[in-house]
C-alpha cells in the first residue's frame, strides 16, 4: 500500500512549540496544532508560525478546544461551542489546514441523547445556511460517557443519520476507541459502514486496559494495545495519521519511522 501522511501533535497550548520543527524533527509530513488554549473559551488568533507553516511541506490539522460541546443542552455551554467551533473553523480554514477536528460532545445523565444529536445536527444546518464551515469539520469519537454522541458504534449511527448529508468527516482514535469499548481489529470497517468515511486516524496506544472508559494516550510501542494491532488500524484505514503520544520529539522519530517501515 502507499504509505498514507504520518503527523505528530504539537503544543499542548497555541504558543508554547515549534510544530515545524518538530514535525521535521520526527519525519512527520503533517502535524496538528491548537488555535487556542484546549481548556478555555478564547477566540483563535492566527498561530505565531503560520507563515513558517504555510511555507513548510506539511499538511496541518487543527484541533478545536476540548471543552467545545455543541450536544450539550446547557445553553451557556452549547451556544459558546458552536461559537468557539465557527470561529476555529474560520481560523483553520484561513491558515490552509485539512481539516479541524473537535470532539463527539455528551449530554448529561438526565438528559436524552437524541437531543444532542439534534444539536448536532443544528450546528451543521445553521453553519450550511451561512455557507459552511470552510473545511471538513471532524468529529473525534471519544472514550467514555454513557450520554457521548460518538463512542459507541450505535450512538454513531444516530449522529451520521442526522449530520453526515452535511459532509461532516470523522477522526478515529484508537485509544479513544480501545477505551470505548470497540473492537479495534474490525473498528474500521464498522465506522467506515456507518459513515461511508474515515479522515484521519489518531493512532495513540492506551494506558489502561480496554471498555476502561479512560482517555490515557501511552507510546506507540508501550501501552495496553498491541502495537501490530494499531499498525493494522492505520492499514486498514489507509488516511492521514496523526500520533498524539506522549513519546516528545525523538520518541516519535522512532514512531514515525516503525509506522513508515511497517506500512511500506
Known sequence: MTVPVLGV???????????????QAAGANAVQVFLADPQGWKTPKPHPMAAELAAADLDVYVHAPYIVN???TNNRIRIPSRKLLQAH?????????????V?????????DPAVGVDNWRKTFERQAAEGGFGLPVLIENTAGGDRAMARTLDAWARLWDAVGEFGAG??????HAWAGGLDLTTVVDDLRGITGRIDLVHCNNSRDEADSARDRHGPLV???????LLVEVVRAAGTAVVLETPSGPDGRAAEIALLRDALS
Open 89 to 101: 473553523a474560520k481560523a483553520a480554514a484561513a491558515m490552509g489546514a485539512k481539516g479541524l477536528i
Open 103 to 111: 470532539h463527539g460532545g455528551r449530554v448529561t445523565a438526565d438528559d
Open 70 to 72: 455543541v450536544a450539550s
Open 222 to 228: 508501550d501501552g495496553q494495545i498491541p502495537t501490530e
Open 170 to 175: 470523522v477522526t478515529l482514535d484508537t485509544c
Open 9 to 23: 501533535h504539537v503544543g499542548a497550548r497555541e504558543n508554547d512549540a515549534d510544530p515545524v520543527a518538530e514535525a
